[in-house]
């Protein structure tokens, strides 16, 4: 069966923002697990799913043609490997620190 005139689903930028906070969640969820785990596959898992929370928030802040949520993000990735080299409280903070002004900014 086909169905004319039927148009593409083109994503709201509503539907970008639930994607960019469900994503920032997810890799705040992963980063506090990554610290409690002591099995290093487990947190070689969370660091991939970090990863790709980042690569999903880029791309939803992309779609929403923000340019600050995209800054912040980067800088996000880039604490986050500062922490991944090495992990230390003052890393770990900054990480912390990047998620809270994700989750506070005016369009999250």
């Given at each position: 069966m086909e169905i004319s005139n039927a148009k593409p689903?083109?994503?709201?930028?509503?539907?970008?923002?639930?994607?960019?906070?469900?994503?920032?969640e997810l890799f705040q969820k992963s980063f506090e697990g990554m610290q409690k785990s002591n099995v290093e596959p487990q947190k070689e898992q969370y660091v991939k799913v970090m990863k790709e929370s980042l690569n999903i928030m880029q791309d939803s802040a992309n779609a929403m043609l923000n340019s600050q949520l995209a800054e912040m993000k980067n800088q996000l990735a880039k604490d986050l490997n500062q922490y991944l080299d090495t992990p230390n409280q003052e890393n770990k903070l900054k990480v912390q620190q990047d998620l809270d002004h994700l989750r506070n900014s005016e369009t999250y």
């Amino acid at each position: 069966m086909e169905i004319s005139n039927a148009k593409p689903y083109k994503p709201d930028r509503d539907s970008y923002q639930k994607e960019f906070n469900e994503s920032v969640e997810l890799f705040q969820k992963s980063f506090e697990g990554m610290q409690k785990s002591n099995v290093e596959p487990q947190k070689e898992q969370y660091v991939k799913v970090m990863k790709e929370s980042l690569n999903i928030m880029q791309d939803s802040a992309n779609a929403m043609l923000n340019s600050q949520l995209a800054e912040m993000k980067n800088q996000l990735a880039k604490d986050l490997n500062q922490y991944l080299d090495t992990p230390n409280q003052e890393n770990k903070l900054k990480v912390q620190q990047d998620l809270d002004h994700l989750r506070n900014s005016e369009t999250y």
